[in-house]
Structure formats: C-alpha cells, structure tokens
C-alpha cells in the first residue's frame, strides 16, 4: 500500500484506507500512554461513526505464548490496562480482537518490565511469521468477518514449525 492511498485524521488514528468493495479500514495508533488507549478508541469511533461491533482492537497477551493469536469476539480485559480503558470508553465489552501471544516472563522479570523490553532472543525467529498471521487475521476481518478470523488464528501455533506462514 502505497502512502499516496492513506488519508489522515487530525486527531488520534493514524490512517484509512479505501478498499475496492467500498468498505474503509481505519487504523488507530493511540498517541495515548497504552492505559489510555480507550480515549483513542473512543474519539476515532465517534468521528468516523464506527459501530463496536466494527472495532478489531489488536493486542499483546501475556498468557499466550509467543506464536499463537487469538481472536475473540466480547470479553474482559483479562488484566490488560489498554483494554480496560477501551471498554471503559467504549461502554460496552461487545467488540472484537486479536490477541498476540507475549508469553510470560521467565527470568523473574517483573510483567510491567517484561511487556515494554525486546523479546527474548530464542522467540524473534517467530516474531515475523506471527505478525504476517495476525495481519492477515485482520484483513479476514475486514474481508469476511470475526468468524473467518477465527477460524485462520485460533488454530494456528507458530511456535510449531510445522505450522507455516
């Protein structure tokens, strides 16, 4: 996608994008600290009048292992502060997401130093397979809905070799 296709909104998303069948992407980066993401959420949905069932919010989750996505329809914010503040702007748990898999600390690092430092060298292998899956995850979304994403992701381990991208 080339940078001449990208629009811009004076406030907190980044960009959209026009797709052949008429429907536009909007992709949101909070220029918020991440426990504040919801304000972000919330100010680009109202502007550009997006229903929460049209939101796919993309995020880190501790208890997946790196290499597995999951998408979720609804749910709490199992203990993710970035969620959290979306549904507290939002009103409502009734949207979707991709869930990318961090794992868990394991040198007895705390989690707030954990979730902001580089991976561990041994995961970076499957960092860009696992990011090409959640990329398509969210252009299945888009394209044919929750379900389809669904059914791409939550079956997917790219901890496995196996399992190719």
Known sequence: MGAE?????????????KYPDEKKLLLLRPVTYMNGSGISVRECA?????????VLVVHDDLDLPVGKARVARNGGP???KGVLSIIEYLGTTQFSRIKVGIGRPRYGEDVEDFVLAPF?????????RITKAA????????????ESAMNYLNCLNLANKEDGI
Do not use: M, T
């Open 135 to 146: 990329v398509y995850g969210c252009e299945l979304f888009v394209s044919q809905g929750v």
């Open 120 to 128: 561990y060298r041994d995961d970076e292998n499957i960092l860009g």
């Open 78 to 80: 199992g203990g993710h």
């Open 46 to 54: 109202d502007y550009y009048d997006v229903n929460n069932d049209e």
């Open 5 to 17: 296709s990208w629009g811009a909104f004076d406030g907190p998303a980044l960009s959209f994008k």
